[in-house]
């Protein structure tokens, strides 16, 4: 039986992201994409979440897979991180947060969605500095990702947390840092000088 090649995951990665873009355009007009974080675009009770929480699902799916795939690429540290940043993925979709309007709900669902969340940063930035430290002092441009990556995550995420009025700029940066890594991974991995990368059968 074949193993999933990287335009399985590609093909993923770009139907969350793009579920994950448009997920504004079926909000109440209330909603702001600057002020607003990407998470409330999935909030209890709000018309249109369920498209946010789809790309929460396929992102997590398309992390599975490519951790699946990688093999010692990313070393045991590396796809137990990013098994668990996949599986916070999930998590998002089914635990919402609360609705920016102030309409009733679930604060506990909600709390469990602040937990999902902040597992799912700290999963990616232990994920990358896993694969990093395996990969070795690999120079170039995928050093150069991993280190932006590295750097980012954390730092984006302590920032949508202090200044929440830019919030929504904040955890869009953040999943553009993590779609553009997991992106080029998919392809890296199928990379003949890759090691040990899986054989596209």
Excluded: K, N
């Amino acid at each position: 039986m074949s193993r999933p090649t990287a335009a399985v995951v590609l093909a993923l990665l770009a139907v969350a992201a793009t579920c994950l873009a448009l997920a504004p355009l079926v909000l109440p007009d209330s909603y702001e994409v600057l002020r607003q974080p990407v998470s409330r675009a999935g909030a209890q009770g709000v018309p249109g979440a369920w498209l946010a929480r789809t790309g929460y699902v396929l992102l997590g799916l398309a992390v599975l897979v490519e951790a699946a795939r990688a093999g010692e690429a990313w070393g045991p540290v590396g796809r137990a991180a990013h098994a668990v940043y996949a599986t916070a993925m999930v998590c998002l979709a089914v635990f919402s947060a609360s609705p920016w309007y102030g309409g009733p709900g679930d604060t506990v669902e909600a709390s469990l969605h602040t937990w999902a969340a902040t597992v799912a940063v700290g999963a990616f930035f232990v994920g990358v500095l896993g694969v990093r430290i395996q990969r070795g002092r690999r120079p170039g441009r995928i050093a150069v990702l991993d280190v932006v990556a590295l750097a980012g995550a954390p730092v984006l995420a302590l920032a949508a947390e202090t200044m929440p009025g830019g919030a929504g700029v904040t955890e869009r940066l953040i999943f553009v840092i993590g779609f553009t890594w997991y992106g080029v991974e998919a392809v890296r991995l199928s990379h003949p000088d890759a090691p040990g990368r899986v054989r596209e059968i």
